[in-house]
């Protein structure tokens, strides 16, 4: 079990102590379910009554914190408590054993190429003309397709196939039971009334410092490549068609669908179950919110919510209206009702 004192801990981020020095944690938790020996942290003001009744050892504060009650806990005061709970989980991370060793379970054809100070799992599988980089972790039951190469310091968790002639980059971390590289849905109805397979034949390239998530698909390309650019973040259960392109550093959360040859620029957020049309062309920095369906291009810096997705402005507008409609029914039936008891008036006289 790895422990930090509150001094090691000031220390490497340039803060104040308010208390025990010696204080030790050894994991990290939030303030509400603050235990002895965790360190938790204080970021936003409306949890600042857990602060004087959590149980956890040591807690982050902004320098220019003052406590209005008594505190039993060390307090470490930051510049940014933000920040130092990332730098903070980096060290703990990094800090963390890694596993070593390619176990005897494993398969790994004589034509692959594996690195140095690589870990291969129970199970997994390496086939012919793999190349695999340096400092990779690879999990049990991986399977690694002929002719896939993987960049050094790559992590892949158990259960993630990479299928044939896929390029993964380095440093990239591909959580379990991702699917790359297998065949997009391609097929065209023939005269019989039934479809006919479409091969198959590109790839899937994915950029450096690539993570994707849990159970996400990445097809591979009918021709060419599908392609995920370098710093692209994917949550799980993502779905990615055929020889669709994403840009630098664009990010999407959950159940987010991408139809085949659509493309996303760079910086982009596209939060969870979007859905984007074949054919697409979304520009860079667009943020789309939940559920919107996006059916047709999105200019650069541009915000669409909905389904069909709109303009951010018009969007909340016409939501405005939305909410209303009863009311507004009510005021119509009842100007219509009196318009007809008008031109019956008229019709009278």
Partial sequence: MMEFTAEMIAGFLGGEIVGNKEAKVHTVCSIETGEPGALTYLTNSKYEKHLYTTQATIVLVNKDFIPQKEVTATLVKV???????LKLLEMYQAAKPRKQGVSEKASISQQATLGKNCYVGDFAVI?????????????????????????????IYPGVKIYEGCV??????????AVIGADGFGFIPNAEGRFDKIPQLGNVVIEDDVEIGANTCIDRAKTDSTIIRRGVKLDNLIQIGHNVQIGENTVSSAQTGIAGTSKVGRNCFIAGQVGIADHVTVGDRVLLGSKSGIDNDVA????????????????????????NLPELAQRVNRMERELESLKNSQENK
């Avoid at 510049?79 to 709970?85: I, L, N, R, S, Y």
């Fill in 79 to 85: 510049p940014d408590v933000g920040m130092a709970v």
């Fill in 168 to 177: 993964i980059g380095s440093r990239c971390i591909l959580h379990a039971g």
């Fill in 127 to 155: 086939e012919a003309g793999a190349k695999i980089g340096n400092d990779c972790q690879i999990y049990p039951q991986v399977y690694i397709g002929d002719g896939v190469t993987v960049g050094d310091g790559c992590t």
């Fill in 300 to 323: 650069d810096g541009e915000t669409r919510l909905g389904y069909p997705a709109l303009p951010g402005l018009k969007f909340h507008r016409s939501s405005a209206v939305f909410k």
